[in-house]
């Protein structure tokens, strides 16, 4: 399994980025989904997951201004990020998980595209 994240970037408080990953390989029926975040010096962070039956799982922090999606047929997930505020700020990843439950570092995981808040 590979999972390749694109579309992050700088913009300012209050603006929006959408995030995309790509999932290729061997993909399980039942898989989970999601993107992770670490900020420096920060614990890496779950903001949202999504199975493949389109239930989904927000941070508090996140909740109303983002939105994970997934695009099953193409074996692709977005994450669209709006009110954007300088805590967004840090390393997101793309993740994938065989099966449901939480995901864990154990599970696929992809490089980290930078997302950067700041005026």
């Known amino acids: 399994v590979q999972l390749q994240a694109s579309g992050g970037g700088s913009v300012q408080p209050g603006g929006s980025l959408r995030l995309s990953c790509a999932l290729s390989?061997?993909?399980?029926?039942?898989?989970?989904m999601g993107w992770f975040r670490q900020a420096p010096g920060k614990q890496r962070e779950l903001v949202a997951s999504c199975r493949e039956d389109g239930s989904t799982t927000y941070a508090d922090s996140v909740k109303g201004r983002f939105t994970i999606s997934r695009d099953n047929a193409k074996n692709t997930m977005n994450l669209q990020m709006n009110s954007l505020r300088s805590e967004d700020t840090a390393v997101y990843y793309c993740t994938y998980r065989r099966g449901w439950g939480a995901i864990k570092l154990t599970d696929y995981w992809g490089q980290g595209t930078q997302v950067t808040v700041s005026s």
């Open positions: 390989g061997s993909i399980s029926s039942l898989n989970t």
